[in-house]
């Protein structure tokens, strides 16, 4: 299998190992980026899916979103 198949198969969250973060929510997050002086930042937004409640987070003070990532196309750019 390929490493994306891998990653479909087992470790989306329909996958067979998926398992749910157990970090902070992203209001927490955001909160405590903000609260230590930092500028809250969404790196590899093509990781999180097409339907992730984008608006919200920046509602919640989300300040940026990473555009130019190695793996991005021109397009996804």
């Given at each position: 299998h390929s490493r994306s198949e891998a990653f479909a198969r087992y470790l989306s969250q329909t996958g067979s190992?998926?398992?749910?973060?157990?970090?902070?929510?992203?209001?927490?997050?955001i909160a405590a980026i903000q609260v230590a002086g930092g500028w809250a930042s969404?790196?590899?937004?093509l990781t999180v899916g097409k339907d992730a409640?984008?608006?919200?987070?920046?509602?919640?003070?989300?300040?940026?979103?990473?555009?130019?990532?190695g793996s991005h196309t021109g397009g996804q750019v």
């Open positions: 190992a998926y398992f749910p973060p157990l970090g902070p929510t992203m209001a927490e997050a969404l790196a590899h937004p409640p984008i608006g919200d987070w920046v509602d919640l003070g989300l300040e940026g979103i990473e555009s130019f990532y």
